[in-house]
């Protein structure tokens, strides 16, 4: 099987990464809170982005990062801390780090913990998070 991303072997305890960003605008808050059903909030007269929006962009910036491609079989968990609201206008940018990584019992795949930072423009982070995720091992081809 031909695949763009990478493989559970590409994945050592301690790779890291930053991706691109991402500028949160007034359209991205008002169809998510109209999609989730959320009520509008505010941070000093700012309209505030909800925390799972936050978490949502975060994981579509690691799906940017282009390492699943054709590898990825599942998030089996996320946990995630919020540490400061986010509002229109920030730009939000991730920065990863494998902080576990373990083979399965039949070596087809392993299961990989990324430990995530969102950062805003002012490089403060506004979340911590932690994805656990199952990736396709070479020896499966």
């Not at 089996?76 to 206008?89: E, F, H, I, Q, R």
């Not at 403060?124 to 199952?134: D, Q, R, S, T, Y």
Request: no cysteine; proline share 3%.
């Amino acid at each position: 099987m031909e695949t763009l991303g990478l493989y559970f072997e590409d994945f050592p305890v301690g790779k890291s990464g930053v991706s691109v960003g991402k500028t949160i605008s007034l359209t991205d808050i008002e169809l998510y809170n109209e999609m989730a059903g959320w009520p509008d909030s505010t941070v000093s007269g700012i309209k505030a982005a909800p925390a799972m929006l936050v978490t949502m962009i975060s994981a579509g910036l690691m799906t940017r990062q282009g390492f699943y491609e054709g590898t990825l079989m599942g998030i089996l968990n996320n946990a995630w801390w919020y540490k400061a609201p986010v509002v229109v206008g920030d730009t939000l940018k991730i920065k990863y780090r494998v902080s576990k990584a373990s083979l399965t019992k039949r070596g087809d795949k392993g299961i990989i913990v990324f430990s995530i930072n969102v950062y805003n423009q002012k490089d403060e982070i506004v979340a911590e998070g932690e994805m656990k995720a199952m990736m396709r091992a070479r020896e499966s081809e």
